[in-house]
């Protein structure tokens, strides 16, 4: 039995047949996302007048990933919030909140001007109150 690379052999009635695959399709799987995670404001000392704020699903790798390239770590966490359900959703909304209270320094839009601080730091204690932080 010869047939195109898009056929495959399948057994019905206990006789061999083709059965042409292009043919059979399946819904995809929906994908699951896991959107769990903190928010986090990190200072760094070679930029003492700036924080930055951001999210990630774990505290350690990140605040290794920031100190990396360096010839010694200069960057060290100034808070840590408990884990959120919906992490993306709570940085998306502390953001948009701290765009309408003060300008943020880079294209990332994520670094701000130290004084700026203990508002980003109740931005989020407020986020775990609405967001209900999961631990």
């Known amino acids: 039995?010869?047939?195109?690379m898009m056929d495959c052999l399948e057994i019905r009635d206990g006789e061999f047949s083709t059965v042409?695959?292009?043919?059979l399709t399946l819904e995809?799987?929906?994908?699951?996302?896991?959107?769990r995670g903190y928010m986090y404001i990190v200072k760094d000392s070679?930029?003492?007048?700036w924080v930055k704020v951001g999210r990630t699903v774990d505290p350690k790798k990140r605040l290794q990933a920031y100190n990396s390239d360096k010839p010694f770590p200069t960057s060290r966490y100034v808070n840590m919030s408990?884990?959120?359900g919906d992490v993306i959703e709570?940085?998306?909304?502390?953001?948009?909140?701290?765009?309408?209270?003060?300008?943020p320094s880079t294209a990332s839009r994520e670094w701000f001007e130290i004084k700026h601080l203990s508002t980003l730091q109740e931005l989020i204690v407020l986020a775990e109150d609405k967001y209900n932080g999961i631990s």
């Open 1 to 4: 039995m010869e047939g195109s």
């Open 20 to 23: 042409n695959v292009s043919a």
């Open 28 to 35: 995809p799987l929906p994908k699951t996302v896991d959107t």
């Open 46 to 49: 070679v930029f003492p007048d």
């Open 82 to 84: 408990k884990c959120f």
């Open 90 to 103: 709570v940085e998306r909304v502390v953001l948009e909140k701290m765009y309408e209270l003060a300008s």
